[in-house]
């Protein structure tokens, strides 16, 4: 007896389902994570740089299609800092923006300093 392979049709075309397309048990696609892709870049204007300084917040634009969740681990991993809260906000420019808040024991001046911000 032969052995049936699953088949996909593209267009009339038989196809093989190609191993990127694997899904996990939720039936998600198994994506590995990069904070890369989250952040892109960190935003420079006086009242991030005055929230950086004083209230120890820095500022992202973001993904638009990243959450808060999403945002917290790429900023915890890339900087080995400690979360508190982030806020995001869809600016008019089209942007997504994240507001970070960290904790005490780490400083958001030094982070902006190593960012090349200050």
């Known amino acids: 007896m032969a052995q ?6 593209k267009h009339g075309e038989k196809t093989l389902p190609t191993p990127a397309a ?5 039936g998600k696609s198994a994506e590995v994570f990069d904070p890369y892709q989250i952040l892109q ?3 420079s204007t006086e009242k991030s740089l ?12 973001i993904d638009p299609r990243a959450t ?7 900023v915890e991993e890339l900087f080995s800092v400690k ?7 869809n ?3 089209g942007e997504k923006r994240a507001l970070v808040k960290l904790s005490a024991a780490s400083s958001a001046s ?3 300093a190593d960012l090349g911000l200050i």
């Open 91 to 93: 600016a008019f420019k």
């Open 110 to 112: 030094d982070i902006g």
């Open 41 to 43: 870049r960190p935003l």
């Open 22 to 26: 694997s899904k996990n048990k939720a």
């Open 68 to 74: 808060k969740p999403e945002v917290k681990r790429a």
């Open 4 to 9: 049936k392979t699953k088949t996909m049709e």
């Open 50 to 61: 005055r929230q950086m300084e004083f209230e120890n917040k820095l500022s992202f634009v």
């Open 83 to 89: 979360v508190l809260g982030v806020n995001v906000q």
